[in-house]
Protein backbone atom coordinates (compact mmCIF):
# COMPACT_ATOMS: atom_id res chain seq x y z
CA UNK A 1 0.00 0.00 0.00
CA UNK A 2 2.70 2.11 0.97
CA UNK A 3 4.45 1.46 -2.62
CA UNK A 4 1.80 2.26 -4.24
CA UNK A 5 0.73 5.70 -2.82
CA UNK A 6 4.12 6.59 -3.21
CA UNK A 7 4.22 5.49 -6.41
CA UNK A 8 1.07 7.93 -7.25
CA UNK A 9 2.48 10.61 -5.90
CA UNK A 10 5.57 10.19 -8.12
CA UNK A 11 3.93 9.68 -11.42
CA UNK A 12 1.13 12.87 -10.18
CA UNK A 13 4.61 15.12 -9.06
CA UNK A 14 6.23 14.22 -12.58
CA UNK A 15 3.10 14.61 -14.84
CA UNK A 16 2.29 18.38 -12.92
CA UNK A 17 6.08 19.36 -13.15
CA UNK A 18 5.81 18.57 -17.30
CA UNK A 19 2.95 20.36 -17.78
CA UNK A 20 4.37 23.83 -15.33
CA UNK A 21 6.82 23.80 -17.81
CA UNK A 22 4.50 24.53 -20.80
CA UNK A 23 3.04 27.61 -18.93
CA UNK A 24 4.29 31.10 -19.85
CA UNK A 25 4.25 33.86 -17.57
CA UNK A 26 5.57 37.33 -16.90
CA UNK A 27 8.66 38.15 -14.62
CA UNK A 28 8.25 42.00 -13.24
CA UNK A 29 11.17 43.29 -11.09
CA UNK A 30 10.68 46.27 -9.28
CA UNK A 31 13.53 48.63 -7.69
CA UNK A 32 14.33 52.22 -6.27
CA UNK A 33 14.15 54.42 -9.38
CA UNK A 34 17.60 55.94 -8.47
CA UNK A 35 19.01 52.80 -9.35
CA UNK A 36 17.92 53.33 -12.85
CA UNK A 37 18.62 56.66 -13.40
CA UNK A 38 22.23 55.91 -11.90
CA UNK A 39 22.37 53.18 -14.33
CA UNK A 40 22.11 55.49 -17.33
CA UNK A 41 24.45 58.29 -15.73
CA UNK A 42 27.12 55.58 -15.61
CA UNK A 43 26.18 54.27 -19.76
CA UNK A 44 26.67 58.53 -20.40
CA UNK A 45 29.88 58.86 -18.79
CA UNK A 46 31.60 56.07 -20.52
CA UNK A 47 29.93 56.78 -24.13
CA UNK A 48 31.65 60.70 -23.83
CA UNK A 49 34.78 59.39 -21.50
CA UNK A 50 37.85 60.74 -23.49
CA UNK A 51 40.35 58.88 -22.30
CA UNK A 52 41.34 55.06 -21.73
CA UNK A 53 44.02 53.45 -19.55
CA UNK A 54 47.83 53.92 -20.96
CA UNK A 55 51.39 55.14 -21.03
CA UNK A 56 53.52 58.08 -21.33
CA UNK A 57 57.00 58.98 -20.86
CA UNK A 58 57.47 61.24 -17.98
CA UNK A 59 60.78 63.45 -18.98
CA UNK A 60 60.88 65.69 -15.99
CA UNK A 61 59.93 66.74 -12.32
CA UNK A 62 60.68 69.91 -11.65
CA UNK A 63 60.25 71.70 -8.29
CA UNK A 64 62.05 74.99 -6.84
CA UNK A 65 61.80 78.69 -7.86
CA UNK A 66 61.62 78.82 -11.73
CA UNK A 67 60.10 75.34 -12.27
CA UNK A 68 57.22 76.21 -13.79
CA UNK A 69 58.82 78.44 -16.74
CA UNK A 70 61.61 75.44 -16.87
CA UNK A 71 58.73 73.09 -17.75
CA UNK A 72 57.19 75.29 -20.46
CA UNK A 73 61.02 75.55 -21.83
CA UNK A 74 61.39 72.04 -21.82
CA UNK A 75 57.80 71.30 -23.51
CA UNK A 76 58.71 73.71 -26.25
CA UNK A 77 62.19 72.23 -26.86
CA UNK A 78 60.71 68.52 -27.01
CA UNK A 79 57.99 70.09 -29.34
CA UNK A 80 60.07 71.56 -31.76
CA UNK A 81 62.06 68.02 -31.77
CA UNK A 82 59.09 65.58 -31.82
CA UNK A 83 55.97 67.46 -33.37
CA UNK A 84 53.86 64.76 -34.26
CA UNK A 85 54.15 63.97 -30.22
CA UNK A 86 52.30 65.71 -27.98
CA UNK A 87 53.32 67.03 -24.49
CA UNK A 88 51.51 67.76 -21.36
CA UNK A 89 52.37 69.33 -18.00
CA UNK A 90 50.87 68.06 -14.96
CA UNK A 91 51.19 69.92 -11.58
CA UNK A 92 51.79 67.72 -9.03
CA UNK A 93 52.72 69.28 -5.77
CA UNK A 94 55.50 70.35 -5.20
CA UNK A 95 56.39 68.98 -9.09
CA UNK A 96 55.49 70.17 -12.69
CA UNK A 97 55.84 66.96 -14.38
CA UNK A 98 56.36 66.52 -17.91
CA UNK A 99 54.85 64.02 -19.76
CA UNK A 100 54.45 63.06 -23.51
CA UNK A 101 53.39 60.68 -26.01
CA UNK A 102 49.63 58.40 -25.85
CA UNK A 103 50.58 55.30 -25.70
CA UNK A 104 48.04 52.44 -25.31
CA UNK A 105 50.81 49.31 -25.07
CA UNK A 106 54.04 49.63 -23.01
CA UNK A 107 55.91 48.18 -25.63
CA UNK A 108 54.99 51.24 -27.78
CA UNK A 109 56.16 53.65 -24.98
CA UNK A 110 59.65 51.50 -24.71
CA UNK A 111 60.36 51.70 -28.28
CA UNK A 112 59.71 55.48 -28.48
CA UNK A 113 62.01 55.97 -25.08
CA UNK A 114 64.43 54.60 -26.69
CA UNK A 115 64.11 56.87 -29.28
CA UNK A 116 64.77 60.00 -27.60
CA UNK A 117 66.92 58.61 -24.19
CA UNK A 118 70.25 60.63 -25.26
CA UNK A 119 68.20 63.98 -25.25
CA UNK A 120 65.40 63.10 -22.74
CA UNK A 121 66.23 60.49 -20.34
CA UNK A 122 62.87 59.45 -18.73
CA UNK A 123 60.45 56.73 -17.43
CA UNK A 124 57.52 54.85 -18.62
CA UNK A 125 54.44 55.73 -16.38
CA UNK A 126 50.66 54.58 -16.64
CA UNK A 127 48.53 57.37 -16.92
CA UNK A 128 44.93 58.37 -19.10
CA UNK A 129 45.85 58.89 -22.51
CA UNK A 130 44.04 59.99 -25.29
CA UNK A 131 43.61 56.79 -28.22
CA UNK A 132 44.38 58.02 -31.60
CA UNK A 133 41.44 57.68 -33.60
CA UNK A 134 42.60 55.89 -37.35
CA UNK A 135 40.68 56.52 -40.24
CA UNK A 136 39.05 53.37 -42.48
CA UNK A 137 41.61 53.48 -44.73
CA UNK A 138 44.05 52.95 -42.26
CA UNK A 139 42.84 49.90 -40.82
CA UNK A 140 41.07 48.32 -44.25
CA UNK A 141 43.49 46.78 -46.89
CA UNK A 142 42.93 47.60 -50.16
CA UNK A 143 41.42 44.82 -52.47
CA UNK A 144 41.96 43.65 -55.73
CA UNK A 145 39.35 46.27 -57.36
CA UNK A 146 40.73 49.16 -56.02
CA UNK A 147 44.60 48.32 -56.87
CA UNK A 148 43.56 48.42 -60.43
CA UNK A 149 41.87 52.21 -59.87
Known sequence: MRYSLFFVFLISSAFLSLSAQG???TIEI???INVSELVKKHIEFNENMRTVPGFRIQIAA???PNSRNQ?????????????????YIAFIEP???VKVGDFTTKLDA???????KEK???TIIK?????IHLDWSDIVPETDNDAGN
Open 23 to 25: RKG
Open 30 to 32: TGD
Open 62 to 64: LSG
Open 71 to 87: AFELKNQFKAAFPEVEV
Open 95 to 97: YFR
Open 110 to 116: YVFMKKI
Open 120 to 122: YPG
Open 127 to 131: DNVYP
